[in-house]
């Protein structure tokens, strides 16, 4: 059996809408995207508070990493075309390689998110807004933002029921 993630703790109680546990083949890597990472497991990796692991989290919704020792690990639940998995590695004294599998390029979306990070200055956390709102049929949804409502990252996207 292959990998499997759930991280129902990394959530607040009232966030915690059950993402299924998902298990990849053994082998899923010799059909995934391969490519070399331009940043380093540090730049993404600090502590409980650090800015770029919140602005990351607001650039690339619906994904959980799993940090182990020389490997991050990305996933991203089904949220209709199937679920997506990740891995980088950065063992020392090897080439650092980055495979991608599912319809999403997890590792490519996070580290698009730090590039964006350092080219505003490394804004802190609190330059960083966001905008729920809920429709009458209690679909929410959220808008982050940077320095104003009028300044969304991205398009808006919707929590998974």
């Not at 082998?27 to 692991?53: C, H, K, L």
Request: glycine residues 8%; negative net charge; aromatic residues 12%.
């Amino acid at each position: 059996m292959g990998r499997s993630f759930d991280r129902p703790h990394l959530k607040l109680r009232d966030q915690r809408h059950g993402y299924p546990e998902t298990s990849f083949p053994d082998d899923w890597t010799d059909n995934a995207r391969e490519s070399t990472p331009d940043i380093d497991i540090g730049d993404i990796t600090g502590g409980a508070y650090d800015p770029v692991q919140f602005v990351i989290g607001l650039h690339v919704p619906n994904c959980v990493p799993d940090p182990v020792p020389g490997t991050l690990w990305l996933y991203a639940p089904d949220m209709g075309a199937g679920p997506s998995i990740a891995a980088a590695t950065f063992a020392d004294g090897y080439k650092s390689a980055a495979y991608e599998a599912g319809p999403r390029d997890l590792w490519t979306e996070v580290q698009a998110a730090y590039h964006c990070w350092t080219n505003a200055g490394q804004p802190p956390a609190h330059a960083f807004g966001l905008t729920v709102t809920v429709a009458d049929d209690g679909t929410v949804c959220q808008r982050p933002w940077f320095k104003s409502p009028d300044n969304e990252l991205h398009a808006p996207w919707k929590s998974p029921q």
